[in-house]
């Protein structure tokens, strides 16, 4: 009888080792640029992140002292492994926050921001 309280929880334990690590991991953020605290002279040509598996970014924002930055891209329904806005208004110097969210393949929602400082 002991010998078939443990052929559930074996085989429940043998089916989670089959299947891949990566499948059960959620995605993470690689990168991200500028990379965050960074310190410039100059506006950056292009504003990214990327990621280790393919996301569906839900939101992508960059806010300044002068407010919302207009981006030549926004997010959209195909999942992406590197997400890349250029900025198209002005970048007057100052503090500057990216935020972003996003929806993994395993529909875990991700989301953070970073920070950059224009001189």
């Known amino acids: ?62 806010r300044g002292p002068a407010g919302v930055v207009a981006l030549s891209a926004r997010p959209g329904a195909t999942p992406v492994s590197r997400f890349e806005a250029v900025p198209t208004s002005p970048m007057p110097p100052g503090r500057y926050t990216v935020r972003w969210r996003g929806l993994a393949a395993d529909g875990h929602v991700m989301a953070d921001e970073i920070g950059f400082k224009l001189r």
Not at 3 to 21: D, G, H
Not at 27 to 43: K, L, V
């Open 1 to 62: 009888m002991t010998s078939r309280k443990w052929i559930a929880p074996s085989a429940i334990a043998l089916t989670l080792l089959a299947v891949p690590a990566s499948s059960l991991a959620h995605a993470q953020p690689e990168g991200t640029y500028p990379e965050h605290n960074s310190i410039r002279d100059q506006p950056p040509a292009r504003i990214a992140v990327w990621f280790d598996h393919p996301m569906r970014i839900t939101l992508f924002e960059v």
